[in-house]
Nanobody
Framework: QVELVESGGGLVQTGGSLKLSCAAS????????MAWFRQAPGHQRELVAR????????FHVDSVLGRFTMSGDNNKNSVYLRMNSLQSEDTAVYYC?????????????????WGQGTRVTVSS
């Protein structure tokens, strides 16, 4: 079993920055990929960024490219999401996810373990 705990969410003004953290514990040796997803009010949960540990590749979706940066440690114990130039459309609950058997690592079903989420609110 893997436990994930997110932190770092909060209220920020448009154009501001936040850094989210996700701490993993338990059987972290099982993890081969981790990701940040978000779910805005009235919308489906969507991928924000993900890391694939087999080759260290990190991917960001187009809507956050150049503004958000995902990073992680080599021990698979922590991942982070640095968010700059935040906009109102970034308001959402952000979830950390971890998986063992992914392929594209872009879909929710590829992640078996989920955190409880941390809320980010961007106000003007």
């Amino acid at each position: 079993q893997v436990e994930l705990v997110e932190s770092g969410g909060g209220l920020v003004q448009t154009g501001g920055s936040l850094k989210l953290s996700c701490a993993a514990s338990g059987s972290t040796f099982k993890i081969n990929g981790m990701a940040w997803f978000r779910q805005a009010p009235g919308h489906q949960r969507e991928l924000v960024a993900r890391i694939r540990y087999i080759d260290g590749n990190i991917f960001h979706v187009d809507s956050v490219l150049g503004r958000f940066t995902m990073s992680g440690d080599n021990n698979k114990n922590s991942v982070y999401l640095r968010m700059n130039s935040l906009q109102s459309e970034d308001t959402a609950v952000y979830y950390c996810a971890a998986g063992q058997y992914g392929t594209s690592w872009s879909e929710e079903y590829e992640y078996e373990y989920w955190g409880q989420g941390t809320r980010v609110t961007v106000s003007s």
